[in-house]
């Protein structure tokens, strides 16, 4: 196991917006960081300040442009963003139009050098192998990803990482495995976190990072992002704090001790 913090979104701007502080608190920490975002940014929905659709973007296109701004977040910690590329669940043409995978308008707008549809990749064997032969090459102390929210996306890369997770694990010692606070399901008064993280000193930087993805972050996310630190802040005594709960490795059964 290696002094390594490994961070994976869904989508580029997921890992600030759950994690930012934590991440930047650890690479301040002597860790290093790996930063991975599992989909290929293909939706082609640009938000305005309200979270309401302003711009609608081919796939190739919002390619582009969310993948930049990832690149220029990640920068803020020192890091390099890995896009895994798979497929976003749906597309749209630069009317608006939403088209949905299994659609023929679907397959012929998808980029060709795209991987698996992500609400199929974690049934996939190579898909998950992918991401675990990743995992077993850093060695990581630490992995923070998605949580079980509404967003199939979200559920889709936790469900991965989990899998992706359990078969690196056989040939490598891991670390834990902790899926961030709420996200675009969940609410704090439904989650109780196993592990709070004081990110005080470290939200400037958070925000910087997080803002710099400007094609999706308006004023509404920015009022989320910071009323969501302030009130697990308050859980710690402190200005702003990160909320996770642990998943691998489990705990022992209740019932069988296994």
């Given amino acids: 196991m290696k002094k390594t913090i490994l961070a994976i979104g869904a989508h580029s701007d997921d890992i600030e917006f759950q994690a930012g502080g934590t991440l930047a608190k650890y690479l301040d920490e002597g860790y290093r960081g790996v930063y991975i975002v599992a989909t290929d940014d293909s939706a082609g929905i640009n938000l305005d300040e309200n979270g309401e659709y302003k711009k609608f973007l081919l796939p190739a296109e919002s390619q582009t442009v969310r993948q930049g701004e990832?690149?220029?977040?990640?920068a803020v910690f020192g890091?390099?963003?890995l896009h895994l590329n798979f497929k976003q669940r749906f597309c749209?043409?630069?009317e608006g139009n939403f088209y949905y995978i299994g659609t023929e308008e679907y397959r012929r707008l998808s980029i060709p050098g795209s991987r698996e549809c992500i609400l199929i990749a974690p049934e996939k064997k190579d898909c998950v192998s992918l991401l675990a032969e990743i995992i077993r090459r850093e060695e990581p102390e630490i992995i923070l990803t998605q949580q079980l929210d509404i967003d199939p996306e979200h559920?889709?890369?936790?469900s991965l990482v989990c899998k992706a997770y359990m078969e690196a694990s056989l040939e490598t010692v891991l670390g834990s495995l902790y899926n961030w606070g709420p996200s675009s399901g969940g609410e704090i008064r439904h989650t109780e976190p196993d592990m709070l993280v004081d990110v005080s000193r470290y939200f400037r930087k958070k925000l910087e990072a997080f803002y710099l993805?400007?094609?999706?972050?308006g004023e509404r996310l920015k009022r989320i992002a910071n009323g969501r630190a302030e009130a697990w802040g308050k859980r710690l005594g402190v200005p702003h704090a990160e909320a996770f709960i642990k998943v691998l490795p489990a705990r022992p059964c209740e019932y069988t001790g296994q």
């Fill in 70 to 74: 990832a690149k220029e977040a990640a």
């Fill in 79 to 81: 890091l390099k963003p």
């Fill in 92 to 94: 749209c043409d630069n």
């Fill in 155 to 158: 559920r889709n890369v936790c």
């Fill in 213 to 217: 993805h400007r094609s999706q972050v």
